[in-house]
């Protein structure tokens, strides 16, 4: 005999779902919110390009923030690398990564201005870049060891939450111990001869240091790929990252891989450091914080957990980041749209995260915390 609605049985009584709540109430809100992003960015972008000639901003300077923008994503994609190894292997977001960025960047000063001053930096400049290198990355590496060791390790079997939280107070630890010890104002960051001045091709003009940002990010980008995906330990971080208690029975040493994860996070942000040094001229006790939320929307982006996934992030940040302020804002006559950049950082973040959590190259899925 079949059963009315409402009709009970042994599990208690059957509640029949009203038509509201048959909807898909969250596919419909997110329908919503992409066909009003797509006509607000439309309008702006369309306002923008058809202003009158003699606002109008030619193509040159389009292409001039276009390899602005590569560069800066270069530096991101190196930082988002440290973020997306350490989220691979361990599933939890180092937060510090930023301050070890810092670290290795603010430490480089003191050999470049030393450096400057008794002309070693521009009679020398190979030698020179080779020595301030060195040194970031040995310090952002040993800043990133020991955090593993003295505040991640003993969490590492915590609740997610638990590691989160030390990792922003060991990041507002690190900069405020610089902030004591060096100050708090910013320094300009000297730059050798050798790649002062900028090159023109065409009518596109583009900072010599720019070369230098995109090629190196680009070879230890390429770099660390084949390391992961041919040697003997980029094969244990792989399995690590798959499944960590499997692989320990397999006989790897996990503790092993998780440093030599952090090394390598740490020098790639010692590299990115002394290149965001240079293109920018400065460095802060803060100036790890913008650039770190940066590399990490970047890494969310592409697909946090993925090597290619942060390259692509921080490229795409980066064009997005430069071309993007004034591609929304100059239709509207906005006073100085580059100022507005970090809002381009944090709405795309909010937005991968409604619409793809797992990012370009991720399953599109959000990672059950």
Known sequence: MSRRAG???????????????????????RTT????????????IYRTLTLPAGERLDWSFWANLAVIGIALGAVYALIAL????????????NFAHGEVFMTGAFVSYFFATAYEKSGFLSRHPVEALGILFASAMAVSTGIAVLLERVAYRPLRNSPRLVPLITAIGASLFLQNTFQGFFGSETRGYPRPDLLSGSLTIGSVSFDKVDIVVVVTAAVLMVALQLFVRRTKTGRAMRAVAEDREIASLMGIDVDRVVVITFVIGGMLAGVAGVLYSLAFGQVSATMGFLPGIAA?????????????????????????????????????????????????????????LIFRPGGILGTGEADKV
């Open 7 to 29: 009709a009970t049985d042994a599990a208690g009584p059957r509640r029949t779902l009203g038509r509201l709540e048959r909807l898909p109430l969250r596919r419909i809100v």
């Open 82 to 93: 440290g973020y997306t190894l350490v989220y691979g292997i361990l599933r939890m977001i």
């Open 296 to 352: 990490f929307t970047a890494a969310v982006l592409g697909g946090i957990g993925s090597i290619p996934g942060a390259a692509l992030g921080g490229l795409l940040l980066g064009i997005a980041e430069s071309v993007g302020p004034y591609l929304l804002l100059s239709g509207v006559h906005a006073p100085s749209p580059f100022e507005l950049k970090g809002v381009i950082t944090f709405s795309v973040l909010v937005l991968v």
């Open 33 to 44: 919110l992409a066909i009003v992003l797509v006509l607000v960015v439309g309008g702006a």
